[in-house]
């Protein structure tokens, strides 16, 4: 099994930064991918970045490229989400979840971080 915390998440104006850290443990070896998701009031949840095992990076929200950076730290088993120049759109529940080798959907979720971006 493997669990995830979300940490940094909270309040800040629009234009502002925040780091949200995920913490992953448990069978790390089973992992292919971290992502961040994210659901806002009403609306679905949408994965907005992933890491893969090798590195790899991909964005899966238009709105967040160029602002929102992925990124691990292996040494200490976290995935980050740098977000700058956040919008008042970018307000939601924010999720990091495992992705397991051979699985086609994320099964491991954290309990998710709230951000909000003010006007």
């Known amino acids: 099994q493997v669990q995830l915390v979300e940490s940094g998440g909270g309040w800040v104006q629009a234009g502002g930064s925040l780091r949200l850290s995920c913490a992953v443990s448990?069978?790390?070896?089973?992992?292919?991918?971290v992502g961040w998701h994210r659901q806002a009031p009403v609306k679905q949840r949408e994965l907005v970045a992933l890491?893969?095992?090798?590195?790899?990076?991909?964005y899966a929200l238009d709105s967040v490229k160029g602002r929102f950076t992925i990124s691990r730290d292996d040494a200490n088993n976290t995935v980050y989400l740098q977000m700058t120049r956040l919008k008042p759109e970018d307000t939601a529940v924010y999720y990091c979840?495992?992705?397991?080798?051979?699985?086609?959907?994320?099964?491991?979720w954290g309990r998710g971080i709230q951000v909000t971006v003010s006007s």
């Open positions: 890491i893969t095992r090798i590195g790899a990076i991909g």
């Open positions: 448990g069978n790390i070896d089973d992992i292919a991918a």
């Open positions: 979840a495992a992705l397991r080798r051979g699985a086609t959907r994320y099964d491991s």
